[in-house]
């Protein structure tokens, strides 16, 4: 063998071992963490003779169409005392109207107004933080306008899990399945998302929610001071509270598909694009044990990708081995993402899996990536 030979021989051994050990932390998420929710059994609603009165609150700006779709689906609940807090901030469409014809017919719906100052430029932060201080209740949910609830029983499902003094519950919102890639990626990543930040919950180490089906107590909220530690981030008022303020032993899921949250998705790709830019600025501020936790996973499967496709260019005489290793991998997504993909509601979504994975990696590295050089200081 000549040296030349020896040392191709080398590289191929380097390239396939390093794929192999970035194999082995992709299966640690997938066997170890993401299993948790695969063999989680979903509890059925409870049958209780009392239920906590419950605050939904909602920060609208500009949401006239979508309040007039979606309001009356939550104002319509199931369920023995609760109210709505409707945060007005500044809308300059026809939502003041709107409400106020709502008010008149139903006697659950509270609306909060904030006008705009010259001199005063805030965030959603504020507007939620107004929304919890006209809150009556203990309890409180919070989701969007662009947001319905899949059932009339959303709100028993949430006040149920709040059961042995838990503080916070994590639900779970899907986006609408429309047609087109982008839909497919977006509903994808959504699923992706969920599936690591309920699986890490129920593993007692909760690091974010997301605000559109979401519950937390009041007082747990001016305990940690509300938004005062992040308040200079745009976004987070969802996910770093939860970061912040979660333990091992405060936080719920709930994930029924009666307690689950539709979404409007976006529909261009720019827009998909800034949305995931301002949530990456939030989590930056995530405790650095989830940062390095978060990012490992993502990076590893990233670069399984690079080093697989690298080997393969380089030595396509040992496409065997990469294949071997891919397969393995897929097997395993396979086998522990079909039954979450049915909890979640997105089982369609596993014949795409292998190319939704990849352009989901390569994505949201890069747009992460992108994220530490870009500034968004708007939630609307």
């Known amino acids: 063998m000549d040296i030349f030979s020896q040392i191709a021989e080398n590289a191929f051994i380097l390239l396939s071992g390093i794929c192999g050990l970035l194999l082995l932390f992709q299966l640690y998420y997938i066997l170890s963490v993401y299993s948790k929710l695969a063999l989680y059994k979903i509890p059925s609603l409870p049958v209780k003779s009392s239920l906590p009165p419950l605050s939904v609150i909602i920060c609208a700006r500009n949401e006239e169409e979508n309040l007039r779709r979606n309001l009356p689906h939550i104002l319509a609940q199931d369920y023995p005392a ?60 919070f989701t969007d306008a662009d947001c319905i609830p899949q059932s009339d029983q959303w709100l028993k499902h949430m006040g149920s899990s709040f059961d042995g003094g838990e503080e916070i519950v994590l639900g779970y919102s899907p986006y609408l399945k429309k047609p087109g890639f982008l839909n497919a990626l977006i509903r994808f990543e959504t699923f992706h998302t969920a599936m690591s930040y309920l699986s890490y919950a129920l593993r007692k180490n909760a690091y974010m929610g997301v605000g559109r089906n979401l519950a937390y107590t009041k007082s747990l909220f001016f305990r940690g001071k509300g938004f005062a530690a992040h308040m200079h981030i745009a976004s987070g008022d969802d996910d770093l ?54 990012a490992t996973q993502l990076v590893t499967a990233f670069l399984f990708y690079v080093f697989a496709t690298a080997t393969l260019v380089a030595y396509p005489q040992y496409g065997y081995v990469v294949a071997g290793m891919y397969l393995f991998r897929l097997l395993a997504q396979l086998l522990v993402y079909y039954p979450i993909m049915k909890k979640l509601q997105v089982k369609g979504l596993l014949w795409g899996l292998p190319v939704l994975d990849f352009v989901y990696y390569c994505y949201i590295c890069l747009n992460g990536f992108a994220a530490l050089y870009k500034k968004d200081v708007k939630w609307k």
């Open 82 to 141: 609760f109210e709505v807090i409707l945060v007005n901030d500044f809308s300059e469409d026809e939502t003041k109207w709107l409400l106020r014809d709502l008010c008149a017919q139903s006697p659950y719906l509270k609306v909060v107004e904030i006008a705009e100052h010259v001199r005063l430029k805030h965030g959603k932060k504020f507007a939620v933080t107004l929304g919890i201080k006209a809150a009556q209740y203990e309890h409180m949910v």
């Open 241 to 294: 509270f939860v970061n912040q303020n979660a333990t091992p032993h405060n936080t719920v899921i709930c994930i029924h598909p009666e307690a689950q949250v539709w979404s409007e998705p976006k529909t261009t790709f720019s827009a998909y694009a800034r949305q995931k830019t301002r949530h990456a600025g939030a989590s930056k501020a995530y405790k650095p044990s989830h940062r390095r936790m978060l």
